[in-house]
């Protein structure tokens, strides 16, 4: 069984930067692609980010591109959402989630953590 547990979220002004973390157990961490996803109030979970196993390929939502990076660190097993120029529209619950291969256009992942909010003002 694999745990997720992110952190990191909180209030921020608008133009702000945050990092979110999630740290994997459970599993050999560093076989797995991770992801990012958000839920705003009211709309549907949506795609962030994603990076494969060794962290040297990455893909992001046009929303975010240039603005949030993903990183990994599998000797810590965690996994990173550096987020720069943040906006209103950024604000939503940000969960990270475990997938067997890396898959960029790929939704279904097999492990999700509990997420963590994020608030940004205007």
């Known amino acids: 069984q694999v745990q997720l547990i992110e952190s990191g979220g909180g209030l921020v002004q608008a133009g702000g930067s945050l990092r979110l973390s999630c740290a994997a157990s459970?599993?050999?961490?560093?076989?797995?692609?991770m992801g990012w996803f958000r839920q705003a109030p009211g709309k549907e979970r949506e795609f962030v980010a994603t990076?494969?196993?060794?962290?040297?390929?990455?893909a992001y939502s046009d929303s975010v591109k240039g603005r949030f990076t993903i990183s990994r660190d599998n000797a810590k097993n965690t996994v990173y959402l550096h987020m720069n120029s943040l906006k209103p529209e950024d604000t939503a619950v940000y969960y990270c989630?475990?997938?067997?291969?890396?898959?960029?256009?790929?939704?279904?992942?097999?492990?999700w953590g509990q997420g963590t909010q994020v608030t940004v003002s205007s």
């Open positions: 459970g599993r050999p961490f560093s076989s797995y692609a």
């Open positions: 990076v494969n196993w060794s962290g040297g390929v990455t």
């Open positions: 989630a475990l997938r067997r291969i890396y898959a960029p256009t790929a939704r279904q992942y097999d492990y």
